[in-house]
């Protein structure tokens, strides 16, 4: 028998005329739609009259479903995999069931799409020629402090999702970990109340504090550093320095590491070489 084929299809992020007709076209020819969220995919599929078989793959039964998905598609079946916005396995589910295609030499056909992450970076006014995306930052304050220090001395522009509920204490955490960025705050793409709010991270988290209830999808993008790295002082000394004009060591250390687009382990591990 045949093996099947596996469309990994990108559906939209908001506005749901953001489909390409060549997705329309497979959703429609498919054995079965494979969707994180079945009632969410069923408003998409019902708008465009689409009636085909639907069957749930979320983070929850991955593991499972991607193996009985698989076994489908070597019997011959057609499958479309979809994530209830933009692309698929882009921080949703499907790679492994991507993965187990491949290893039955299935077919896997990409039919691209919206894609929160690049419709951002377009409306942020942000450096494009290089970027990093990040997924969701960890929830828990020393995690996402770690994971901004350890990108400190990235000199593309950093993407991340955000929940609404965390932005605040998120940018409150960016200013801390890697001071005075220009960040973006792009929220509900592609829907009715998209926004794009920018400027320096104090300047943004201050009106996203006025509001009080922050509500809908966001896209964090940071910038780069607006201040030039300073490499005629050795690391040590600029430390030293302003420790002797009374900052406390630690201090010293985060104000020399955002100065410098490094992380504090990059400053502290260097101070303990000099020694």
């Known amino acids: 028998m045949t093996p099947g084929t596996l469309y990994v299809v990108a559906t939209p992020i908001g506005n749901l005329e953001d489909i390409t007709y060549r997705a329309v076209r497979i959703l429609g020819e498919v054995d079965v739609i494979a969707c994180e969220d079945t009632r969410q995919t069923r408003k998409l599929l019902d708008h465009y009259g689409i009636r085909k078989p639907t069957i749930s793959y979320h983070e929850h039964n991955e ?96 993407i991340f999702y ?30 009715l109340h998209e926004e794009f709010l920018r400027g320096d991270v104090a300047s943004v988290r201050a009106q996203l504090m006025e509001r009080g209830d922050v ?20 690391v040590e000394t600029a430390v030293q320095m302003l420790e002797e004009a009374g900052v406390a060591r630690m201090d010293a250390i985060k104000q020399v590491a955002r100065e410098r687009g490094l992380s504090k382990r990059d400053v502290y591990d260097r101070l303990l070489s000099k020694r």
């Open 215 to 234: 509500k809908g999808e966001i896209t964090l993008l940071i910038g780069r550093s607006a201040t030039p790295p300073q490499s005629n002082t050795p």
């Open 162 to 191: 955000e929940a609404p509920h965390r932005i605040i204490e998120t940018l409150e955490a960016v200013e801390e970990v890697l001071g005075a960025r220009p960040v973006v705050v792009a929220r509900e793409l592609t829907k």
């Open 63 to 158: 593991a499972e479903r991607a193996a009985e998905l698989a076994a489908r598609l070597g019997a011959g079946e057609s499958i479309a995999l979809v994530s209830d916005a933009g692309m698929p396995v882009v921080s949703d589910p499907g790679y492994r069931l991507v993965r187990a295609a491949i290893g039955l030499g299935v077919r896997v056909e990409i039919i691209p799409g919206p894609s929160a992450v690049l419709a951002a970076l377009a409306g942020s006014g942000l450096p494009s020629e290089a970027f990093y995306f990040g997924g969701f930052l960890p929830s828990k304050p020393g995690q996402r402090a770690k994971t901004l220090e350890a990108l400190a001395g990235e000199r593309a522009t950093l």
